[in-house]
């Protein structure tokens, strides 16, 4: 198996790496300019050395970065530990999927399109869970409950008292009609969707066939995960693996996606409406 970073280190080094290409420099330039040689520049990019925060001020300093920037990195470097909180959970969650789940750990907002005819995994109640599990051909029977458990202790973020993660998710009307367990599993969902539409830290928007249309196009699912005001990590999900993005261009394609979606989705009072509707 090829070396996989751990999520924060990962992410740092991307960000090296990007301020080290647009300040045009290579590695060997950088590495003469800093005094830190080019294996280790290398090494801190692919996140297999940890960055210590003397090395991200140097680096970024050669690289033209202001003081909000460093302070921004060092901070997000300073926080591994706490983005390794999945480890209990390794054994059932795909190398791919844990630097996603150890980034939003530490991010300060979500958005997430969701397209498939079900609720977003950090808005579905325990039995909902279980039911999806239950059907799904990829989860070994033996492993589906420490699925489960996974994907409760990933939503709690969304009730932390002191840091909880600003949610906005917008997701198919679909998902609202879809036979996922029992009826009373069905209507137990519905009423946790509304009461955490009501959260301030969480906005949901419902996306019907006829507002889709209107956005002029169709998009797979996608997550976008912001650190600060600048600072995002794009994810979309594959059925086997996952693709990243962090390349500026590509961020701003996914945000501008991001922004239509909101602007034809159901707002959130309509939605909520909606969901209520279903609610027997």
């Not at 297999?48 to 970065?65: K, N, P, W």
């Not at 909902?128 to 989860?139: D, G, N, R, S």
């Not at 996922?180 to 996306?207: F, N, S």
Request: hydrophobic share 45%; proline share 4%.
């Amino acid at each position: 198996m090829g070396f996989h970073a751990p999520p924060v280190r990962w992410f740092v080094g991307v960000q090296l790496a990007r301020h080290r290409e647009e300040a045009r420099l290579s590695m060997s330039k950088a590495g003469a300019m800093s005094g830190i040689t080019k294996a280790k520049i290398a090494h801190l990019e692919t996140g297999r050395q940890q960055q210590s925060a003397e090395d991200i001020a140097t680096l970024l300093e050669v690289y033209g970065a202001d003081r909000w920037t460093v302070a921004r990195l060092t901070d997000l470097a300073g926080r591994a530990d706490e983005a390794n909180w999945w480890t209990p959970w390794s054994a059932v969650i795909p190398p791919w999927l844990t630097t996603f789940v150890g980034l939003e750990r530490i991010a300060e907002r979500e958005f997430h399109y969701h397209v498939a005819p079900m609720f977003p995994a950090l808005l579905q109640t325990r039995a909902y869970a279980e039911a999806l599990t239950a059907e799904a051909m990829l989860v070994r029977a033996d492993l589906a409950q420490r699925v489960v458990d996974f994907r409760i202790a990933r939503a709690a973020r969304l009730t932390d008292p002191d840091r909880p993660l600003r949610l906005h998710a917008v997701f198919s009307s679909a998902a609202l009609d879809a036979e996922v367990g029992t009826a009373e599993v069905r209507e137990a969902q519905l009423i946790h969707l509304a009461k955490m539409a009501d959260l301030p830290a969480v906005t949901i928007q419902v996306l019907r066939p006829e507002d889709a249309v209107r956005a002029g196009y169709f998009a797979s699912g996608f997550v976008l995960l912001g650190f600060d005001a600048v600072c995002q990590c794009g994810y979309v999900e594959l059925l086997d693996d996952a693709v990243y993005v962090y390349d500026r261009d590509r961020l701003r394609t996914y945000s501008t996606c991001a922004e239509d979606l909101q602007r034809v989705a159901l707002d959130p009072e309509r939605s909520l409406e909606l969901i209520r509707s279903k609610i027997t």
